[in-house]
């Protein structure tokens, strides 16, 4: 219970209001080092957009963001991606003329250091002519970074080591999922969003991503989720928050979550049962 | 007192006319979120026609208006058919580059009918005028004021009432929604380019009218203009685009009061440049709403370039260089180092428009702040030649960096807006700004290219020393293509949401970008000023923006190659065929056409 009290990931009253409709509502969230939440919720609940409040990508009407400690409500995604905050994107937003291995090194650009220097005003324009001169360090950063996509890539078997010098465009829609889980692995994220993964995924591809999901967790990474697959979120959550119209109506550990009459009721409108067979087929 | 009346009525009258061009692309921009830069050309288009009704078929006014108006609408029903249509699921840049060809075809058509002198155009009503108040208004003033007020109640009426007006709206509300309610996004699309086409007609004949003269420059001023209005009001806001209208004219009126009428212009863009930076949604649209361009999609053609290898490229530069050794003509040579000059440019362009996605539509003025610099310095500084045309290329890089900067955050067609009015702006500054510049004189007795003492006169020095620059540029922009800063560009071009995402700041990236492509801009500018030994505001203009913009396009957006290869074509052909100065603008637009329609990635394949 220690960790609750000092948590990764804090909101507190986030909300976010699009004309008259409410889309994120007062929704309060403490996700500790190390859990693993998943965000469920009917399509149009809110979960999307309490991502991209999370990731900068939008900005909060009220409430608060904080982040070990720090208040992040705000801040540009480019800043917080380099506090250690990665996301993937629910439609797959690859580079779609980039080869997989650009797209991946992509991923890595916050940690690029020697080709990047931190010197204020003219930092870029010694990053532009590191870029064409390429001293030592500087190739010898790249093609760390290189090997290092290369092992991100063997994570995924042979689905994309031998498409690495492909251009992202001409993969399955499978695979630009895994580009984009491999895109934000190779960030070394503290904070990995994962918005439904396995959307548009048969069922074994399902059950790959599921497993390298379990195993990013049993590596320690936090990791908070959004899927509809119920089967994969039982598996995998420590708790489970459900969204429904904004709001955030329920909260806990998944066996309980599930036999929710107000969770039945968003789902399904009214308390039919059978809800989880339902959704897990889906 | 009674002088600010006329300016407010004149101001008024003037925001009449652009509220006619502007309430057109805003009926485009809601229905089809595209920019249609044509626009200018039917409202050309409309003044020749109601030319040649009124001096050569004698129409009376309220015929010479319909004719005007069925003529004009029948060109846009067939810029949506035959220029548009095919393009409907092509990739986003595509109707853009499309309008901009069609509109640079449709000028020069009516420029090769009717030459590019000016033309009187009689305005048909008694000459008297009215008092009011402490100002005067005449007929025609009325008349204008008649038709622009006459066609928003008509467009009202059409929009709110007419079933057609209803499947317009739903269209512009949500293309996709109303598409699957059985609304024939076809007929909207058609309905919404007639209507937009007339209008525009209409009021190029009565802006001919006004000034009693046309002549083949309203075209890119009225596009111009109309852009501005439609953005102040919110672009695909269409009372907006009449409050923007009313708004610009009642500024530029003012603004010419106080300033004198050189500075029309200069107050149009920068009214512009300020509303796409503090309100890139326009002054009517909350800031908020998510900006208006689709967030998904690709922006250029994907394709897999076509891969050169190193030791033909090496083959093909030492072949060019060895040239001169061979018995070729003084014309070959000045039309390669014509080639090379343009192929720097469009190293520029193929670098800002195709690796990183922002398309320049103002990319001339990079030419032009290089030049201006790199003459300036060598005639009163007495700088070396070398030594001033590398600080023309670092004074394009830095100012042309600055310049852009604001639009950094803007997207998809809102930069080539913008950029375009920052090209604007920079020619009319340089006209204006005469005790640096020397106004519309310019700049004469440049000193010839020179490198360490030795003056570089005879035709086969200035191929070489052109042709190296132009190697050297490409070797560097080839390096970094391949750096981390190339992927990092074509990541912000294929998707800055995601880009941002992980981490890549898009106002330093893009500035890179800039940085790089100014300079070697700046640099052919220099060289320009050198060889022409006599510059002035006009010497780098739009057209040499378009001539870029085709030449990226033909080799391959962000190929580093294809820049060059496409200015060898595009410059040397012509020559080749003989074709007739008059008729090349006409085949660089038709290339354009065909090129977006069939090989939107080019000869050699983006990058």
Same mark, same amino acid.
């Given at each position: 219970m220690a960790e609750r009290h000092n948590p990764m990931l804090s909101l507190r009253g986030l909300t976010r209001r699009f004309g008259g409709l409410t889309a994120v509502d007062a929704i309060d969230l403490d996700l500790a080092k190390g859990e693993l939440i998943s965000i469920i919720g009917p399509n149009g609940a809110g979960k999307t957009t309490l991502f991209n409040l999370v990731t900068g990508l939008d900005r909060p009407d009220a409430g608060t963001v904080s982040f070990e400690g720090q208040d992040i409500t705000g801040l540009s995604p480019e800043r917080l991606a380099a506090e250690g905050i990665a996301r993937t994107f629910q439609l797959g937003r690859v580079f779609g003329n980039l080869s997989v291995m650009d797209n991946v090194l992509i991923g890595a650009h916050t940690r690029l250091r020697a080709v990047r220097p931190a010197v204020p005003v003219i930092g870029p324009l010694l990053e532009l002519g590191l870029a064409l001169l390429r001293p030592a360090r500087v190739k010898d950063e790249e093609e760390r970074l290189r090997e290092e996509v290369k092992a991100i890539l063997a994570r995924?078997?042979? !689905?994309?080591?031998?498409?690495? =010098? *492909?251009?992202?465009?001409?993969?399955?829609?499978?695979? !630009?999922? !895994?580009?984009?889980?491999?895109?934000?692995?190779?960030?070394?994220? !503290?904070? %990995?969003? %994962? =918005?439904?993964?396995?959307?548009?995924?048969?069922?074994?591809?399902?059950?790959?991503? *599921?497993?390298?999901?379990?195993? %990013?967790?049993?590596?320690?990474?936090?990791?908070?989720?959004?899927?509809?697959?119920?089967?994969?979120?039982?598996?995998?959550?420590?708790?489970?928050?459900?969204? =429904?119209?904004g709001k955030k109506i329920a909260e806990g550990p998944g066996e309980q979550v599930r036999t929710d009459p107000k969770v039945i009721e968003a789902y399904l409108g009214h308390g039919l049962s059978g809800v989880t067979e339902q959704e897990s087929a889906a | 007192m009674s002088s600010w009346l006329d300016y407010t009525i004149n101001g008024l009258i003037v925001g009449n006319v652009y509220a006619l061009v502007a309430v057109g692309l805003a009926l485009i921009f809601g229905v089809s979120r595209l920019?249609?830069?044509?626009?200018?050309?039917?409202?050309?288009?409309?003044?020749?026609?109601?030319?040649?009704?009124?001096?050569?078929?004698?129409?009376?006014?309220?015929?010479?208006?319909?004719?005007?108006?069925?003529?004009?609408?029948?060109?846009?029903?067939?810029?949506?058919?035959?220029?548009?249509?095919?393009?409907?699921?092509?990739?986003?840049?595509?109707?853009?580059?499309?309008?901009?060809?069609?509109?640079?075809?449709?000028?020069?058509?009516?420029?090769?009918?009717?030459?590019?002198?000016?033309?009187?155009?009689?305005?048909?009503?008694?000459?008297?005028?009215?008092?009011?108040?402490?100002?005067?208004?005449?007929?025609?003033?009325?008349?204008?004021?008649?038709?622009?007020?006459?066609?928003?109640?008509l467009l009202f009426v059409f929009l709110r009432y007419s079933k057609l007006g209803w499947a317009v709206r739903a269209a512009s509300q949500d293309r996709d929604a109303a598409m699957q309610m059985g609304v024939d996004v076809n007929r909207v699309n058609q309905a919404v380019f007639g209507i937009a086409a007339a209008l525009g007609g209409v009021s190029g004949m009565l802006v001919g009218m006004y000034y009693n003269q046309i002549d083949t420059a309203m075209s890119l001023q009225a596009t111009l203009k109309g852009v501005v209005a439609e953005v102040v009001g919110g672009a695909g806001n269409v009372p907006g685009a009449v409050i923007g209208s009313l708004l610009l004219g009642l500024v530029e009126s003012y603004g010419v009061a106080v300033f004198g009428t050189s500075y029309r212009n200069l107050f149009a863009f920068l009214l512009l440049v300020v509303v796409l930076v503090l309100r890139p949604n326009g002054l009517f649209v909350s800031a908020r709403q998510a900006p208006p361009e689709p967030l998904t999609g690709t922006f250029i053609a994907p394709s897999r370039p076509v891969r050169i290898p190193r030791w033909a490229l090496a083959v093909a530069a030492a072949g060019f260089a060895v040239l001169p050794f061979f018995p070729v003509s003084f014309y070959v040579l000045q039309t390669l180092i014509n080639a090379w000059l343009l192929g720097m440019l469009a190293l520029s362009l193929t670098l800002v428009a195709g690796t990183i996605g922002q398309v320049s539509l103002g990319h001339a003025a990079l030419l032009a702040i290089g030049a201006y610099t790199s003459a300036l310095l060598s005639l009163t500084s007495a700088v070396p030649v070398g030594l001033a045309i590398i600080g023309g290329g670092l004074m394009s890089a830095a100012l042309g960096t600055l310049l852009i900067s604001p639009s950094f955050r803007?997207?998809?067609?809102?930069?080539?807006?913008?950029?375009?009015?920052?090209?604007?702006?920079?020619?009319?500054?340089?006209?204006?700004?005469?005790s640096v510049t020397r106004g519309p004189i310019g700049i004469s007795g440049i000193p010839p290219l020179s490198l360490f003492g030795y003056d570089l006169i005879s035709p086969s020095s200035v191929y070489w020393f052109s042709l190296a620059v132009m190697?050297?540029?490409?070797?560097?922009?080839?390096?970094?293509?391949?750096?981390?800063?190339?992927?990092?560009?074509?990541?912000?071009r294929d998707d800055d949401i995601a880009a941002r995402a992980y981490g890549l700041s898009l106002n330093r990236y893009k500035s890179l970008a800039f940085i790089f492509g100014g300079f070697a801009a700046g640099v052919s500018g220099g060289i320009a000023a050198h060889l022409y030994s006599y510059i002035n505001h006009e010497t780098f203009n739009t057209q040499q923006s378009i001539l870029a913009l085709t030449v990226v396009i033909l080799g391959g957006l962000g190929n580093v190659v294809g820049a060059i290869v496409g200015s060898v074509a595009l410059v040397g052909l012509p020559e080749v065929f003989r074709i007739a100065a008059e008729y090349r603008i006409l085949i660089y637009g038709i290339v354009l056409l065909l090129l977006v329609r069939f090989r939107p990635q080019g000869l050699l394949g983006t990058i």
């Open positions: 995924f078997g042979e !689905r994309l080591l031998p498409r690495i =010098d *492909q251009p992202a465009y001409s993969l399955s829609y499978a695979n !630009r999922r !895994r580009v984009e889980i491999a895109r934000a692995l190779a960030l070394r994220p !503290r904070l %990995l969003l %994962l =918005d439904e993964p396995t959307a548009g995924m048969n069922p074994t591809e399902t059950a790959e991503m *599921q497993a390298l999901v379990a195993e %990013l967790k049993a590596e320690g990474l936090t990791i908070l989720l959004i899927e509809h697959k119920l089967e994969m979120v039982m598996r995998l959550s420590d708790r489970v928050i459900v969204m =429904d119209e | 920019i249609n830069f044509a626009q200018g050309s039917i409202y050309l288009v409309g003044a020749y026609i109601g030319w040649v009704a009124v001096v050569q078929l004698h129409t009376p006014l309220p015929l010479t208006i319909i004719v005007v108006a069925a003529a004009a609408a029948a060109v846009g029903l067939i810029i949506e058919r035959f220029g548009l249509r095919p393009l409907q699921n092509s990739v986003r840049i595509a109707p853009l580059l499309a309008t901009i060809g069609i509109s640079f075809v449709l000028d020069q058509l009516v420029m090769l009918t009717f030459s590019p002198n000016p033309r009187a155009l009689p305005s048909q009503l008694p000459d008297v005028r009215f008092q009011l108040g402490g100002g005067t208004i005449g007929p025609l003033d009325l008349l204008i004021a008649g038709v622009g007020i006459t066609s928003a109640l803007l997207r998809g067609h809102y930069v080539s807006i913008a950029t375009l009015a920052i090209g604007e702006i920079v020619s009319l500054v340089i006209l204006n700004w005469e190697l050297v540029l490409a070797l560097l922009q080839g390096r970094l293509l391949t750096s981390h800063l190339g992927r990092s560009f074509r990541a912000i």
